[in-house]
């Protein structure tokens, strides 16, 4: 019989509703359960695409035994981490701080009142390695709440009391400067991995956010390493088993220093910051490799994320069914010489395996290979690499495929609106632009109430009971802001303003101008989360300074920018000490210290061909954070837009800087120039 899990709109915690656990979502109706029962509550977070959470679902939460125990003895509560990123940051800050370690599934014994006195990520079935069993895990917690009570009390209290007195060492309230960015770059280059690209050992994670920084940080300062590293870590992810060779997109992260074998999953955000981040590698390039993985990888997106109600999922799982019905990581992506052989005939699969580095060894498990692009001498015929390659896409279509959590986050679909708005824009392919205005539709339609709040989730068309997030707001108005610099439609500008207003008004200290993660009207949780290191996506403070500045960039609203550059305060504490963990933050910081720039392009209509050369040069400027504005002279959808006429008649630029303007150009070579960094 299912639990109460049933009703939930969030995959992860569907995947639960007919466990024998009896599982209820976050909620205070648990805690007061909890209370009257005088039981412990065990509090259990994951999401959908997690391989260690469906093991410990599989041996644990689908046993009947261990499952009456749990119910006799707990109140249990299952929490989508991605639904719920409060509760996660809150209480994953208490693991790390009692284990020095954190991860996910994440498992945290609670007091009715919410407090947290133990904790840990996975437990085996069994005694492992020097670990518990789970059994012996509930078990011992039980009996510390039965016997030991006022221990637990005091463990309980000092926890909660030491997260509350925890407080960000924040920066004040200045933006960093050319010292503070130069060190930080200094910072990248010792941890920087010279033969393989990327930064520091296994496992390696895709430093999407760090590249931007290097990207901009070159074009303001000419730079060379900075390119160097950027482009390296680029090409080495690209040719690397991270990257997928046949279907496009990224896996979450390499296991290994070399990028070759993946953890399998496919998340949102990495595949969306990782278009962005080649389509500005292209844009500074014109690398011809730059160019194919931003396309593919956006293709990917749009064939493979897409929602019907035109949003894009989270997630796609690392695991899927080998064929004979057991569920394997990497089933559906890796191959050995014989699969090839099966597919392709002899000879083709003899090129296929030199090309893509499939071995009879293999490079994973079981004698299978992760394709890549191995660095080789010879030249390969593109005819038949191409046709090669259409085959085996083919024949992978028709193995299992991994399920999708088809959840729709606010943030990741902000951060997809950006990269297909930008890609399409570069690579004339109005399609993804489409693609991108429909999630953006989405987010509108769905997502925001009538005074412009945001839900964080959304599936299948109706909207979920969570509020949105500091993430949410920041990396929706970017989506707003970059579809506004590309379509020319000024209502996504005065969206981002609606959501950027939330932000000063509801997530944002009057007095410091540090940043919250919830809102001051939020639910109540035993701390505030607060947490401005960007890790897997920009921290919600780092997206909602780069909003802000870019949205004060195009109206000239001055409290946005105060409160920009007030942000920015923690990057000049972080960024010297910790660049890797403040990318998007350092990146902000670059805007800010080049202006950032403003570009008002004016011409008869849309339509018009100088018109459309000149807002083209406009967007493919690589000055950081360049704001671009495009309209009529009679347009009033533009602030950057009033008064600037046309100029004899012909189309024009106008760039502005620090209040200061260049003489307009009707030449999309010194517009180039102008906007070169």
Not at 31 to 43: G, N, P, Q, S, T
Not at 189 to 195: C, V
Request: with cysteine; glycine share 10%; net charge negative.
């Amino acid at each position: 019989m299912p639990n109460r899990l049933a009703h939930e709109t969030s995959p992860y915690l569907l995947q639960h509703a007919d466990n024998p656990v009896d599982w209820w979502p976050w909620s205070e109706a648990a805690f007061a359960e909890a209370r009257r029962r005088d039981i412990a509550v065990h509090l259990s977070v994951g999401y959908s695409s997690c391989h260690w959470c469906h093991v410990l679902a599989k041996e644990s939460f689908e046993d009947e035994a261990v499952a009456a125990y749990m119910n006799e003895h707990f109140v249990n509560i299952k929490v989508d981490r991605e639904e719920r990123p409060d509760v996660d940051a809150v209480y994953m800050e208490a693991v790390q701080a009692a284990t020095g370690q954190g991860g996910w599934p994440m498992t945290v014994f609670l007091t009715p009142d919410a407090e947290p006195f133990y904790f840990g990520t996975y437990f085996p079935p069994a005694p492992r390695q020097g670990m518990p069993s789970f059994r012996q895990v509930l078990e011992g917690v039980r009996s510390a709440w039965a016997d030991r009570r006022d221990e637990v009390a005091d463990v309980a209290g000092k926890i909660t009391r030491d997260l509350a007195e925890r407080e960000i060492s924040y920066g004040g309230t200045e933006a960093p400067g050319e010292q503070e960015l130069a060190q930080a770059l200094l910072g990248l280059t010792r941890e920087y991995d010279p033969q393989r690209g990327g930064f520091g050992g296994a496992p390696k994670f895709p430093p999407s956010m760090v590249v931007e920084f290097l990207l901009r940080h070159h074009a303001r300062t000419g730079a060379d390493g900075a390119l160097q590293m950027a482009q390296d870590t680029c090409e080495r992810m690209a040719r690397g088993g991270i990257y997928d060779q046949l279907g496009g997109g990224f896996a979450r992260y390499s296991v290994d220093r070399d990028w070759v074998v993946p953890h399998f999953e496919k998340m949102l955000y990495d595949n969306a910051l990782l278009c962005r981040v080649y389509a500005h590698l292209w844009r500074a390039t014109g690398s011809e490799l730059a160019r194919r993985v931003a396309v593919e990888t956006a293709d990917f997106m749009v064939r493979e994320l897409r929602t019907n109600e035109g949003g894009f999922a989270s997630a796609l799982d690392a695991d899927s069914d080998d064929g004979t019905g057991k569920h394997v990581e990497g089933a559906y992506y890796v191959w050995t010489p014989q699969q090839l052989r099966d597919v392709l005939g002899d000879d083709d699969a003899e090129l296929a395996a030199r090309y893509f580095g499939v071995t009879d060894e293999g490079t994973f498990e079981h004698g299978s290979s992760v394709l890549q692009l191995p660095q080789q001498d010879g030249v390969f015929d593109a005819e038949k690499v191409a046709s090669v390659k259409e085959r085996l896409l083919a024949a992978r279509a028709e193995r299992p495929a991994p399920g999708r959590d088809d959840k729709i986050v606010a943030a990741w679909n902000g951060l997809a609106v950006a990269a297909l708005a930008e890609t399409g824009a570069y690579f004339d392919r109005p399609d993804l632009v489409e693609a991108a205005v429909g999630a953006a539709d989405l987010l509108v339609r769905l997502h925001l109430d009538d005074h412009a709040r945001l839900s964080r989730t959304s599936k299948d068309g109706k909207a979920g009971a969570n509020a949105g997030v500091l993430e949410d707001y920041g990396d929706v108005a970017e989506g707003f802001l970059a579809l506004a610099s590309v379509t020319g439609e000024g209502v996504w500008l005065d969206f981002a303003g609606f959501l950027l207003d939330h932000v000063l008004a509801r997530f944002t200290d009057a007095e410091s101008g540090a940043l919250y993660d919830t809102a001051a009207d939020a639910e109540q949780l035993i701390r505030r989360p607060q947490d401005p290191t960007d890790n897997a996506a920009p921290s919600g403070w780092s997206a909602a300074a780069g909003a802000l500045l870019s949205y004060a960039a195009q109206t000239g609203a001055e409290p946005h920018r105060a409160a920009a550059v007030k942000a920015l305060g923690v990057v000049k504490a972080l960024g010297p000490r910790v660049p890797r963990f403040i990318g998007w933050g350092l990146a902000v910081a670059e805007a800010n210290l080049d202006g950032p720039r403003e570009v008002a392009v004016v011409g008869p209509s849309l339509d018009d061909e100088g018109t459309r050369a000149l807002h083209r040069t406009a967007l493919l400027g690589t000055a950081p954070g360049a704001v671009v504005a495009v309209g009529t002279p009679e347009s009033d959808e533009f602030p950057l837009l009033v008064d600037r006429p046309l100029q004899q008649g012909e189309p024009a630029a106008y760039v502005c800087r620090n209040f200061t303007c260049d003489a307009p150009t009707t030449d999309p070579d010194r517009l180039r120039t102008a906007l070169s960094g």
